[in-house]
């Protein structure tokens, strides 16, 4: 059974700030016309992108951990992001220094949103697909159909990001070293993508579960579930034992991860102060 320690807990934040980091510096080889940049601060990492990219690629993550916070890291954020016309946006691991939630409220920064983090000893899971779906790796002749597919999955979604977003988001993923991208088809048609990265953290490397989008025209056939079946089995086949993702709470993405084997590790509270 997996308990959430501390060290456990800054395993995976840790995990969540590298993967934020390599996203960011994808974008850089991507646009190399934006500032995209990512900074320390307060124990975790401050990423700032284009503005029109949202919080998913200008937030801060990791904050205050293993590490005290000050009136100063939250200033510094805020010179950072208020200029560009972004809100300061922390997501706060409850494992954070207690002086991580008093500094926020202090400097009246209020709770908006909140998010899971799930985690996975792999060692514990056995890969069962579905007869109907081929689930492999991403050829490489098949960029362009993974972000047309990925971008069209996420598109679907309610309150939907920017499109231009979703396929900078998903040619990122297409760029990262570290990751492997997978898809999902049925009778040769792509259905759904998806993808993992391999973290290398000071305890062993993680996987990184990220990126998981269905076509519409797909969904409620399994395509999910068989994209996290096959992206766990592919770490352990790797060398991982620890797999992590993200989702928002309550939605289908929770859902799979815990038929999947993952449990709830935490909650994060995103904190938000706007210019």
Do not use: W
Not at 108 to 134: I, K, M, V, W
Not at 188 to 209: C, N, S
Not at 232 to 249: C, D, E, I, K, S
């Amino acid at each position: 059974m997996l308990l959430t320690s501390t060290d456990l807990a800054t395993q995976l934040e840790t995990a969540e700030a590298l993967h934020l980091e390599a996203q960011v510096q994808a974008l850089r080889t991507l646009r190399p016309q934006l500032p995209a940049r990512t900074l320390p601060v307060g124990g975790g990492i401050a990423a700032l992108t284009d503005p029109a990219y949202g919080r998913k690629l200008n937030h801060v993550c990791a904050f205050g951990m293993g590490q005290e916070v000050t009136e100063a890291d939250l200033l510094a954020l805020e010179a950072l992001y208020h200029p560009h016309g972004l809100a300061v946006e922390v997501d706060l691991c409850p494992h954070a220094h207690p002086t991580a939630l008093r500094a926020l409220a202090a400097r009246g920064y209020r709770a908006t949103s909140f998010s899971q983090t799930y985690a996975c000893p792999l060692d514990a899971n056995a890969a069962h697909l579905s007869p109907d779906l081929e689930v492999r790796p991403l050829h490489p002749d098949e960029a362009g159909a993974f972000v047309a597919a990925s971008s069209e999955g996420f598109a679907a979604q309610p309150n939907p990001r920017p499109l231009e977003l979703l396929e900078v988001l998903a040619r990122c993923a297409l760029l990262r070293a570290d990751s492997t991208a997978f898809v999902a088809l049925t009778g040769g048609e792509i259905a759904g993508t998806a993808a993992v990265a391999r973290l290398d953290l000071e305890a062993g490397p993680v996987a990184f579960l990220y990126i998981a989008s269905t076509r519409p025209d797909f969904r409620g056939r399994g395509v999910q579930a068989a994209l996290l079946r096959a992206r766990l089995a592919h770490a352990r086949q790797q060398g991982q034992q620890l797999a992590v993702l993200t989702t928002r709470v309550g939605n289908a993405s929770s859902r799979n991860a815990e038929r999947a084997g993952f449990r709830l590790a935490y909650t994060r509270t995103t904190f938000v102060r706007r210019p």
